[in-house]
């Protein structure tokens, strides 16, 4: 099935210090959602973006939906040593549609 | 509080014994999903189904079955489990009416099974 392009595939980082990943398609979505899976659980929803050009917040994170629709943004300023796991995209090209992964990145924070 | 509800967590069983992974949402959700996650390749979807009595397979359905007698449940079912069924397995669910903030999709916690 199809994929996102997530990137990167991991990133090994100081506590402290701002992350950044993306998710790109050659497709239109009208839907991007934003998943964290810590070690041994389910992902959880970190944020939601519905329209182009949006830009949301969930405390130290922030996810924009891309303008042509076909990628979209994680940042996480000031990480520390909780925000280990992995973070995945994902987004419905259709209502009512398939949800859509991409690969997912791994974060590790050093103390 | 929204719960999507898997059991058990962790599962070890031999080739051949069939099983059954529980799935229950307390949400009232329309649609209803299983994924397999593996190293390397993602969540790879197993089933779906969109309402009771309506399942139809995703990208990797074969040795598995599923069904969806009730609107709560959505049991994953391994007739005869092999080795390369060892994975870690979600459950999903979420609702199909209008549109928006409704597609949020919520995983359980998951399922770490290993087939010897």
């Known amino acids: 099935g199809q994929q996102l392009n997530q990137s990167p595939q991991s990133m090994f980082i100081q506590e402290g210090e701002d992350v950044s990943m993306n998710c790109t398609s050659s497709?239109?979505?009208?839907?991007w959602l934003w998943y964290k899976q810590d070690p041994g659980e389910g992902p959880v929803l970190l944020i939601a973006?519905?329209?182009?050009?949006e830009l949301t917040s969930n405390g130290r994170l922030t996810a924009q939906f891309g303008i042509t629709r076909k990628d979209s943004f994680l940042n996480i300023s000031a990480s520390i040593p909780s925000d280990v796991g992995i973070y995945f995209c994902?987004?419905?090209?259709?209502?009512?549609?398939?949800?859509?992964f991409g690969q997912g990145t791994e974060l590790s924070v050093k103390p | 509080e929204a719960q999507v509800t898997q059991n058990p967590r962790y599962l070890i069983t031999v080739t051949g014994k069939k099983l059954t992974v529980t799935c229950s949402q307390n949400?009232?959700?329309?649609?209803m999903s299983w994924y397999r996650q593996d190293p390397g390749l993602g969540l790879r979807q197993i089933y779906y189904s969109m309402n009771v009595e309506v399942t139809d397979k995703g990208d990797v359905p074969e040795g598995y079955k599923v069904s969806r007698k009730e609107k709560r449940n959505f049991p994953l079912i391994l007739e005869s489990p092999s080795p390369n069924q060892t994975s870690l397995y979600f459950c999903?669910?979420?609702?199909?009416?209008?549109?928006?903030?409704?597609?949020?999709?919520?995983f359980g916690a998951g399922t770490r099974l290993s087939v010897l």
């Open positions: 497709s239109i979505f009208n839907t």
């Open positions: 973006l519905y329209k182009a050009g």
């Open positions: 994902a987004g419905y090209r259709e209502f009512g549609g398939k949800l859509i």
């Open positions: 949400m009232n959700h329309e649609y």
């Open positions: 999903a669910s979420r609702t199909l009416q209008g549109k928006l903030a409704k597609n949020i999709q919520y």
